[in-house]
T-cell receptor
């Protein structure tokens, strides 16, 4: 039973445009959400997080939106750059921190020059 | 950010042998380390949580006698895959955190192939 779902295995966007990566969750106990970026043969690196008390968190080109009623979050990257091409994992945790994460399957983002 | 080093990055072993994977926090003391496994096109699945000096807590369905975890110090945790079989072939990755309220940092991962 997948508690964190990333329904799009891949996404392709043009450089300079917006990339929107989506994530849905089913466990209402989750109260902390994170996005990780992963290059091949490397471990995931933390990008941005959001607590359930917020609906938006922004860090440079990256913005995460959380819709608790829909149990949905999204990561917006704007403008997208070729170096953003990677697999993006959505992860969720309960207890207000990133302790013991549940991951989605990831979405491969390709940003074309 | 903090650095977590995982070794080896790749290992090929024969069926029936055991393989040890190390996870080290290089510039902080990790009270808790996590071990994940990822099959192709699947998500990272948490296998176990280990706290320094105590027994690891395994997730449901993970055989503790097969996947031995030792967290003997605040900077080192090891995962030993005992009597490895081809179905154990996977990408294993660790993460480490100082405490519940700080970010967990990931190692580079280990690609295990059992032949």
């Amino acid at each position: 039973d997948q508690q964190v779902k990333q329904n799009s295995p891949s996404l392709s966007v043009q450089e300079g445009r917006i990339s929107i990566l989506n994530c849905d969750y089913t466990n209402s106990m989750f109260d902390y959400f994170l996005w990780y970026k992963k290059y091949p043969a490397e471990g995931p690196t933390f990008l941005i997080s959001i607590s359930s008390i917020k609906d938006k968190n922004e860090d440079g080109r990256f913005t995460v939106f959380l819709n608790k009623s829909a149990k949905h979050l999204s990561l917006h990257i704007v403008p997208s750059q070729p170096g953003d091409s990677a697999v993006y994992f959505c992860a969720a945790a309960s207890g207000g921190s990133n302790y013991k994460l549940t991951f989605g399957k990831g979405t491969l983002l390709t940003v074309n020059p | 950010g903090a650095v977590v080093s995982q070794h080896p990055s790749r290992v090929i072993c024969k069926s029936g042998t055991s393989v040890k994977i190390e996870c080290r926090s290089l510039d902080f003391q990790a009270t808790t380390m996590f071990w994940y496994r990822q099959f192709p096109k699947q998500s990272l699945m948490l296998m176990a949580t280990s706290n320094e000096g105590s027994k690891a807590t395994y997730e449901q369905g993970v055989e503790k006698d097969k996947f031995l975890i030792n967290h003997a110090s605040l900077t080192l945790s090891t995962l030993t895959v005992t009597s490895a079989h081809p179905e154990d072939s996977s990408f294993y990755i660790c993460s480490a955190t100082m405490d519940r309220n700080t970010e967990a940092f990931f190692g580079q991962g280990t690609r295990l192939t059992v032949v």
